[in-house]
């Protein structure tokens, strides 16, 4: 091809692709969401491999130093046999008329980063004290709650706050809590702790909570 | 001039040339200004005789039609001369054509439902298209109260006429109307679990849909009514699933580790469209409704999208794109390909003509619901709100 022909070319295609950036909006300020922060993968196997649907199951999330939580001692399940988000979950009749108590765990609240379900390694602790308790006072349920700060959208929120929830449900059937007593649900931006539009106001909102539920009595 | 201006300004030169060519309209209507901010020039229309609501009626659903008022100096292609005395009436003339499209009286009812009907059919001489001037909306309303409680709200498309269908004091979701039917689903809280719940909205009665142990949000009812779509995290991951209208014979579609939501039919019933994460990024998706692979649909440009809704002639998705504390509206040709922005603003739902969309938007510290003619991109707010409304739903 000619030079001149060439260069024309190479100048009409340049323009064409600074054309069509019809959808790059260009306002500063724009922050461009990060791909949600994973585990870096371990290679998944069993259950946890593909299970059709033509989409990679992202691999079994035990927390951003890729290790399984080592206080394993009544668990006796290997970790092939943990289904990712703890598996099916109980039915919603078995905890009907069971008493919640919403202070118990209060201080385990765990915290997520920002478009996370992510368990991060500082917050393991906490869930492993959640996962101490259930042990010792067998006759009690649990339910998770998953939240949301408000920079989503109302259904992709009431989903990450699920998936929060799950990741914590997860964590707990690892560490040996059988998966029908525990429980989760998702309020998604719904019911912030701090209403507040800020840095410091939507790292608190970013959360799971724990409810201990109580038999009936 | 930026480069942004260029495909609409070549959009510009093509029009002028068209209308040239059929020695149509004068040219200096087809202003730059107007066609950069839509793929489409407003249809010009004067409006004569009428007064008061008639008029405010009037002129709201023209303009989210594609219409645009102008003045009789402007020599629009159209005249809607009539009056609003003890009913609404008029006389529509091309003078392009040089003919009476129609002269129409409307009575009964209340003034606002007659102009809306005038604007139907004024729609409908023009375009060729159903009107669709004061069809019904569903959307949720939050309260105010603690722990974002709210209740699910029925309204003309403009908010008028807003009547409270819930009155449980508890947290509510994703209204989705049965095609054909008075009826709604929706997500609600009241039984201590995101539940999903089917409302039939001429006896009342409602039952519950989907009651699993986790969260069962986002229902979406199919085009034939005779089957639902929802997230249900049951299985330990937020995922697709199917059902009949009633909850029965549940399938699930996808199995993936990641968070789908947002479910949406393609009109023929036989695909479901779905907000989810692949290799690493948030996407919109499809699978068939009979089960299968999931396959991305294609939205360059549109950054993590979300709330995607299939317009009713099939030919687009409008989803709401989430760019850090910034929300818009885009749509995307359904077979996928290149996203165009639209406006700010999140949950879009489209109108049975395909070309109106409803969606909220923030004003003040609270979601207001608006309206959007996709062609022209001619946007207003609906006047008539109900607090802080958001996640509509248009009734087919």
């Not at chain 1, 069971?98 to 209060?106: E, G, L, R, S, V």
């Not at chain 2, 789908?260 to 036989?270: H, I, L, M, N, Y």
Request: net charge neutral; proline share 7%; charged share 20%.
């Amino acid at each position: 091809m000619k030079r001149a022909t060439f260069l024309s070319v190479l100048v009409a295609g340049m323009a064409l692709s600074l054309v069509s950036t019809g959808c790059k909006h260009p306002n500063v300020g724009v922050t461009t969401i990060p791909a949600a922060r994973t585990a870096p993968p371990p290679k998944p196997s069993g259950p946890l491999a593909n299970q059709g649907g033509g989409q990679n199951v992202a691999p079994v999330n035990p927390g951003p130093s890729g290790t399984m939580p080592t206080n394993e001692t009544a668990n006796t399940k290997p970790m092939t046999d943990i289904q990712p988000g703890g598996g099916e979950q109980g039915n919603i009749g078995d905890i009907e008329g069971m008493t919640p108590d919403t202070n118990h765990f209060a201080g385990q609240t765990v915290h997520f980063d920002f478009d996370s379900f992510v368990v991060k390694s500082s917050e393991h602790s906490k869930v492993e004290a959640v996962g101490d308790e259930l042990k010792v006072k067998a006759e009690t349920k649990l339910m998770i709650d998953g939240h949301c700060d408000e920079r989503g959208t109302e259904e992709y929120n009431r989903a990450l706050g699920e998936r929060r929830a799950l990741a914590l449900r997860e964590y707990l059937v690892r560490y040996g809590i059988a998966p029908e007593r525990v429980f989760t649900r998702s309020f998604g931006e719904d019911q912030p702790v701090d209403p507040g539009h800020t840095d410091e106001a939507w790292a608190k909102n970013r959360r799971g909570e724990f409810i201990l539920l109580l038999p009936k009595q | 001039m930026s480069l942004s201006l260029v495909r609409p300004l070549l959009t510009a030169v093509a029009l002028l040339t068209l209308a040239a060519a059929l020695g149509a309209q004068d040219d200096e209507h087809i202003t730059i200004k107007e066609t950069v901010t839509g793929t489409v020039p407003p249809i010009l229309i004067t409006l004569a005789g009428y007064s008061g609501e008639a008029a405010t009626v009037l002129k709201f659903d023209l303009y989210v039609s594609g219409f645009k008022i102008v003045g009789e100096s402007e020599s629009p292609q159209y005249e809607l001369k009539g009056a609003n005395n003890d009913q609404v009436e008029g006389r529509l003339t091309d003078a392009i054509n040089k003919s009476v499209k129609f002269a129409k009286a409307f009575s009964g009812g209340t003034t606002r439902s007659q102009a809306h009907a005038l604007a139907n059919a004024v729609i409908e001489a023009v375009t060729g298209a159903h009107g669709v001037a004061g069809t019904k909306v569903a959307f949720k309303v939050k309260t105010g109260a603690a722990g974002g409680v709210g209740e699910i709200y029925v309204a003309d498309y403009d908010g008028y006429n807003a009547t409270a269908v819930t009155h449980d004091g508890a947290i509510v979701a994703s209204p989705s109307w049965v095609p054909g039917r008075r009826a709604l689903y929706y997500n609600t809280y009241k039984f201590g679990n995101p539940d999903i719940i089917l409302h039939d909205l001429n006896t009342g009665t409602r039952s519950v849909v989907a009651r699993y142990g986790g969260s069962n949000i986002s229902p979406a009812a199919s085009p034939d009514g005779r089957q639902v779509a929802m997230i249900l995290s049951k299985g330990g991951s937020p995922d697709l699933y199917v059902a009949n209208a009633d909850g029965s014979g549940l399938r699930q579609l996808t199995r993936t580790k990641e968070d789908e939501s947002s479910p949406c039919w393609s009109p023929d019933g036989r695909w479901i469209c779905f907000a989810t994460r692949m290799d690493g990024r948030r996407v919109l998706a499809k699978v068939s409704a009979e089960g299968g692979p999931i396959q991305r649909i294609t939205a360059n440009l549109g950054i993590n999208p979300t709330e995607p809704d299939w317009s009713p002639d099939g030919k687009q998705i409008a989803f709401t794109s989430q760019a850090g504390k910034f929300f818009r509206i885009c749509v995307v040709p359904a077979q996928g390909g290149d996203a165009r922005i639209l406006v700010d603003g999140e949950d879009p739902a489209w109108a049975p003509n395909s070309r109106t969309l409803i969606f909220n938007h923030m004003v003040g510290g609270r979601q207001v619901l608006s309206l959007l003619d996709v062609p022209t991109k001619q946007n207003k707010d609906v006047p008539q709100t109900v607090g802080d409304s958001s996640q509509p739903s248009w009734a087919k």
